[in-house]
């Protein structure tokens, strides 16, 4: 065998020795492929039921009827509450903010009011208010303040509903005059949202706006203070107050000449406890 042929021989029994030994090695499985995991949404959903154990005070009239002044504590609300219903839906995520704030209710009474007009000098009064507000905002956070506190910048808008049914008595049996009207309107309004966490448990929340046009206006402030319970259940504690002004001048009626103007102020204030869930 010449020393090439061996050569050759040598090479080629070391490449089968190579390849067999490569054989026998392992086969080297390819990296899994990662499964996509659903990152958690950076909002966070709030929905409240609360009751509002609110005094009312203002004044209410339509027409060529008198105003009505009318004032009632808590208690006697509650003696001429026909039923109410009362929520709000938050959601923030820590740059910006949305929510929604509901309310409806109905309260009726009797008093005496005087008359600067007709032969009576007084009558008998009965007054039915029915009401419902709800108010829409959204906001971005202003960055001021410690990590814990968020504050925002609001904007939005308040719905207001009036439903009065007003009813004059004179002391003559057969002599009443009686009239009601529906009244609904929307004003802006500007204002701030604040939520300021102690720990883990205890937070604060502070709410407030104003708003309106020339012949309207609104305004409102609530702070109340909380405990996260769960991660997911809360209890709220707080006090809030609502202002609403409505002066509606629409002429007369075309046939009988009677006064439509529509005059509405109010206040409600008063403490409120909540019940809140988060998601």
Same mark, same amino acid.
């Given at each position: ?17 190579? /390849? @067999?030994? +490569?054989?026998?090695?392992? #086969? ?8 996509? %995991?659903?990152? =958690? ?80 000098? /007084? @009558?008998? +009064?009965?007054?039915?208010? #029915? ?8 906001? %971005?956070?202003? =960055? ?136």
């Amino acid at each position: 065998m010449t020393g090439l042929t061996k050569a050759v021989f040598v090479s080629v029994a070391a490449l089968a020795i190579g /390849a @067999a030994s +490569a054989a026998d090695l392992p #086969t080297r499985k390819p990296p899994p492929v990662p499964t996509p %995991v659903a990152e =958690p949404s950076p909002w966070r959903f709030e929905v409240t039921g609360y009751g509002w154990a609110s005094s009312l005070a203002g004044t209410s009239g339509f027409g060529g009827l008198p105003s009505l002044p009318y004032y009632a504590s808590f208690g006697k609300v509650l003696e001429h509450l026909d039923g109410a219903l009362m929520g709000s839906v938050l959601a923030r995520n820590g740059a910006y903010i949305v929510g929604l704030d509901m309310l409806w209710s109905r309260v009726g009474g009797s008093g005496t009011v005087r008359l600067s007009y007709g032969p009576f000098n /007084a @009558a008998g +009064a009965d007054l039915t208010l #029915t009401e419902g507000i709800a108010t829409a905002f959204g906001g %971005v956070r202003i =960055p001021i303040g410690p990590p814990n506190l968020e504050i925002y910048g609001t904007v939005g808008a308040r719905y207001m509903y009036s439903g009065n049914k007003l009813t004059l008595n004179s002391p003559v049996p057969g002599f009443s005059a009686s009239t009601s009207v529906n009244k609904d309107w929307v004003d802006p309004v500007a204002g701030f949202a604040a939520h300021y966490r102690f720990d883990d448990r205890w937070f604060v929340n502070v709410f407030g706006d104003l708003g309106g046009w020339s012949d309207s206006a609104t305004g409102q402030a609530l702070a109340s203070v909380g405990y996260d319970w769960t991660r997911n259940w809360s209890t709220t504690l707080g006090y809030r107050v609502l202002y609403t002004y409505e002066k509606q001048d629409t002429g007369f009626n075309a046939l009988t000449g009677a006064d439509r103007s529509f005059r509405y102020q109010q206040w409600m204030y008063g403490p409120l406890i909540g019940v809140k869930y988060s998601f």
